[in-house]
């Protein structure tokens, strides 16, 4: 391990960075520094240019992957290399503004039910119940399952603070027939005999399999589940102030984009033009 690199991981663990936020800055730096064949402590502005201009024109990377490697650049010139024109400089691209894909309710149903196997339905049924993040269900313990108060305890989540979410009975009685099964020890959706949690990239099969044996056709992942969520809770009613909360939202901006994807709620809006008077009968030729 180079030195700059280990100062750059002591950087992000003193700022208390997520492990993997961790794993994803140092990729990145390194297949920039190896790229240009030097490491980044040689390696400056218009360095840093050609090396977009490479991701974007010739990889053709998504802009998410564009906007990891520009953090990660600005964390490593900032904080652990002390360039101060690395935040002036390195500008993040915008991002796409796509309105996420929702499934209804029958379909979302119809997704839980295609599974036969104990634990990958009652992964999605949690997904799908609490409103998490595909790295907050396979981070689960057993203990943050509280039957008494009838919530989830959600740990170190995105940003790293801790949140409580609902307990579903549905889904409570779902997890205590999982446990009379499966009992696991520790984690509670552990890797196949294992004392590890279930790797994403497992949940992310699942959902697939699942979607695939539904006859579903749109684009289905494991944060399908939690627009989902939000959004069947806002066509409930429920308040956007709540939705942010249960989510872990940091800006009441992020969760308002379900009003947009919501199709109940926009059915329910009338247009201006029903107000309008006068304006009956066809139209004169």
Not at 248 to 257: C, F, L, N, P, V
């Amino acid at each position: 391990m180079t030195p700059l690199r280990r100062r750059m991981i002591q950087d992000m663990q003193l700022r208390n960075y997520a492990l993997n936020t961790q794993k994803s800055y140092i990729e990145k730096i390194e297949l920039f520094a190896k790229y240009f064949g030097t490491s980044p402590e040689h390696l400056g502005l218009e360095e840093i240019r050609r090396y977009q201009m490479y991701l974007v024109f010739e990889k053709k990377v998504s802009i998410s992957q564009l906007r990891q490697f520009i953090a990660a650049a600005r964390f490593l010139y900032r904080r652990t290399l002390r360039r101060d024109w690395a935040v002036e400089h390195i500008g993040y691209p915008k991002r796409d503004k796509k309105l996420p894909e929702v499934l209804t309710q029958g379909e979302v149903a119809r997704v839980l039910c295609a599974l036969s196997n104990h634990k990958h339905r009652t992964i999605l049924m949690t997904m799908y119940a609490a409103g998490l993040r595909v790295s907050e269900v396979v981070a689960l313990l057993a203990r943050d399952i509280d039957s008494q108060r009838m919530v989830i305890a959600v740990r170190r989540a995105n940003g790293r603070k801790d949140r409580y979410v609902m307990l579903s009975a549905r889904l409570l009685k779902t997890l205590r027939e999982y446990w009379s099964v499966c009992q696991p020890a520790k984690y509670l959706f552990p890797a196949r005999g294992a004392c590890r949690p279930m790797a994403t990239r497992t949940v992310y099969r699942v959902v697939r399999k699942a979607a695939t044996l539904a006859g579903i056709t749109k684009h289905v992942s494991p944060h399908t589940l939690r627009h989902c969520f939000a959004t069947h809770l806002y066509e409930a009613g429920v308040d956007l102030r709540t939705i942010q909360a249960l989510l872990g939202h940091q800006s009441i901006k992020t969760t308002a984009r379900y009003t947009y994807i919501s199709p109940h709620a926009i059915r329910s809006t009338c247009s201006p033009l029903d107000f309008l008077e006068g304006i009956e009968g066809e139209p004169t030729p």
